[in-house]
């Protein structure tokens, strides 16, 4: 009890601050937390002997605030606040070179309410112009942002993909690289990852030396870690580390096979392949005795491939999003591996922003970008009027929004079909943002939550059935409404949102923003294992975000996800066929 009051008054402090209001008041509030922090008792005990303004730093107006959430497990002041100022505001203040008053003017100059958006800004370089502001602390900010997610230890898949893609192009320019690949976790697309691992292959060992030094002379290294013929390691100057490591194109099957992973994943492959008289290690199959010791004369068996590997020890080739011993392993013994979605199974694209709302393109503009990525049909999701930091769209621009739609749907003349949709606030009651007779008018509702998103689990989960029940909601976008790496998903109760899905046939998306990721793998599992509809959505706000579909791909396969479960891999009478069917 002490500690959350404690973090909630602090949260009002600060968000005072960045009211810009008097600093007595906010002080107030600041002091209040530190001795509340310290305290060595409860404060329900001290509140039952009325001792509360005994307390240091807390008078009446104080008490009177910490009695109302000891009573009712809830503060008034707070909850108005909240739904004046978007938490995640709060975090953009942590970041060091930050604080309340840049945080205030990012708000009202640019709109950004969370520190992915943030970082955009800055690496677009739209912070530098502002007022006190210039391209040093702009870099600062920057450097601030990094140390943040350094502190996770772990970098968002988004960040580690586009790096390891650069350098295993460089390597793969090479005369002496055959063939290369990353592997381990950005392979099976985890959400964040460790450290990035490349495997290249050479016809000769003889060839390695100039790989690596190429490698280690790149100029975004800051530090050489490792430099040897096999493996080399670097740090990168955004403190991301990579080993790249050279192994022959003969044993290229077993070698990325081991540095794929996982290691749960590998410990089953290795118990298998023991099973059948043979030790596996990165290198090659080695035949046993029965005490499990290495026959030394026996010949060794390589494999140049992953595939003739997996064949020789009975299984099929397992997707490396799947290598997680989740029971992969069982289901290619038995050869019964789910058929997995691909991108090419993508027709449209159901979620995306544009002009009317915070997007950077028009309607148009947005249409002509899906086309030439071959969507087939995409919907127009603008935000609902509620969301005024993102200039939501009240109901008469919602409508005169649609007549824009419908003319560019015919201007497209069947090109690509352009649907009229919203993305429409659950709001921090529980409310949806736009009456029922408004959503009837639009081809497709996305519902979701981006305020109040630290309220308890029973009010999460009730906003949520809230909209999941409502006829006309289609889809629940962000599901979880986390961000990588700085926001915790929201607490809900999974299994009773997974079941009203069910019942009332609306679908969960798999947003595939890689700041998002969500629903996560696992409970995209579990959705489509119930049979509730699945959609992979970019949310693009401008024409290049729609290239992150494949994020959302790889996290669906990490969850075992087929094609026919997920709507946007339909075609577009099938498609249309859906959303009048849900009236
Ligand atoms: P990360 O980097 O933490 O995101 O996760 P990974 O999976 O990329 O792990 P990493 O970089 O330590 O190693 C890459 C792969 O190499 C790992 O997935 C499996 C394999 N591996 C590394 N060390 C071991 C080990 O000690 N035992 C086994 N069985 N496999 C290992
Ligand atoms: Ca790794
Ligand atoms: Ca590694
Ligand atoms: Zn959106």
């Known amino acids: 009890m002490n500690r959350e009051i404690a973090q909630i008054f602090e949260n009002i402090a600060d968000m005072l601050q960045l009211k810009g209001e008097n600093i007595h008041r906010y002080l107030s509030y600041r002091r209040a937390a530190e001795t509340i922090r310290d305290l060595p008792r409860d404060l329900r005990a001290i509140s039952a002997e009325g001792g509360l303004t005994d ?3 807390i008078g009446k107006t104080l008490a009177d605030k910490i009695n109302e959430y000891i009573e009712t497990g809830k503060l008034e002041f707070y909850e108005r606040l909240k739904a004046e100022i978007p938490e995640s505001l709060l975090d953009i203040m942590r970041i060091n070179g930050v604080g309340p008053k840049k945080a205030k003017l990012f708000w009202d100059e640019l ?41 996770t230890g772990r970098t968002p898949l988004g960040k580690a993909l586009p790096a390891a893609q650069a350098i295993l192009d460089i390597l793969l320019a090479m005369p002496q690289v055959i063939k290369g690949e990353i592997a381990g976790s950005i392979r099976r697309a985890r ?20 790989i690596m030094q190429t490698f280690v002379s790149m100029e975004n290294v800051a530090r050489i870690l490792g430099q040897g013929e096999t493996k080399s390691s670097v740090e990168l100057v955004n403190g991301l580390q990579v080993d790249v490591r050279v192994l022959p194109l003969a ?17 089953k492959i290795r118990q298998i392949a023991l ?84 997007g950077k393109l028009s309607v148009r503009e947005m249409a002509e970008a899906a086309y030439q990525r071959g969507c087939k049909y995409i919907v127009i999701t603008d935000h609902s009027r509620s969301l005024g930091i993102a200039n939501g769209l009240s109901i008469e621009r919602l409508l005169a929004q649609q007549e824009e739609v419908r003319r560019v749907d015919a201007e497209m003349n069947g090109k690509i079909r352009v649907f009229h ?3 429409m606030d659950i709001n921090a009651d529980g409310g949806l943002d736009f009456p029922d007779e408004i959503l009837e008018q639009l081809d497709f509702v996305i519902a979701s939550l981006h305020v109040s998103l630290r309220q308890d689990e029973e ?54 923003n890689p700041i998002r990721l969500d629903l996560e793998a696992n409970y995209a599992r579990r959705a489509i294992e119930m049979g509730i509809l699945l959609a992979i959505n970019t949310d693009a706000h401008q024409a290049e975000q729609l290239d992150l579909m494949h994020y959302g791909i790889r996290t669906a396969r990490r969850g075992w996800v087929t094609p026919d479960m997920v709507i946007n891999t339909w075609d577009v009478a099938r498609f249309q066929a859906w959303i009048t069917d849900q009236t």
């Open 55 to 57: 307390l240091p730093n």
């Open 111 to 151: 709109g950004i309410t969370t520190v992915a958006e943030l970082q955009a800004a800055a690496e677009n370089n739209q912070l530098a112009g502002l007022k006190g502001m210039g391209s040093k602390s702009q870099q600062k900010i920057l450097d601030g942002i990094q140390a943040l997610s350094r502190q």
């Open 191 to 210: 959400p964040t990852i460790g450290d990035v691992d490349i495997l290249v292959a050479v016809q000769d060992m003889s060839d390695s030396a100039p």
């Open 251 to 267: 044993r290229w099957g077993t070698g990325l096979q081991y540095f794929t992973g996982s290691q749960a994943h590998n410990v």
């Open 275 to 358: 099973n059948q008289g043979y030790s596996l290690n990165e290198h090659v199959l080695s035949p046993v005795d029965s005490n499990g010791d290495i026959i030394p004369d026996a010949p060794k068996l390589t494999f140049e491939t992953e595939e003739s590997l997996y064949e020789q020890l009975g299984l099929s080739w397992i997707p490396p999003e799947l290598r997680e011993d989740m029971g992969e392993i069982e289901a290619a013994q038995t050869h019964s591996l789910p058929h997995l979605i691909t991108l090419d199974d993508i027709q449209g694209d159901l979620h995306m922003h544009t002009t009317w709302s915070d």
């Open 421 to 423: 949709g919203t993305e």
């Open 459 to 512: 009010q999460i989960t009730r906003r949520l059935l809230n909209a999941i029940q409502n006829p006309h909601v289609d889809l629940i976008g962000h599901p979880r409404a986390q961000q990588i790496p700085h926001r915790e998903p929201v607490k809900a109760d999974m299994d009773a949102i997974f079941a009203a899905a069910k019942q009332h046939n609306t679908a969960l998306e798999i947003n595939a």
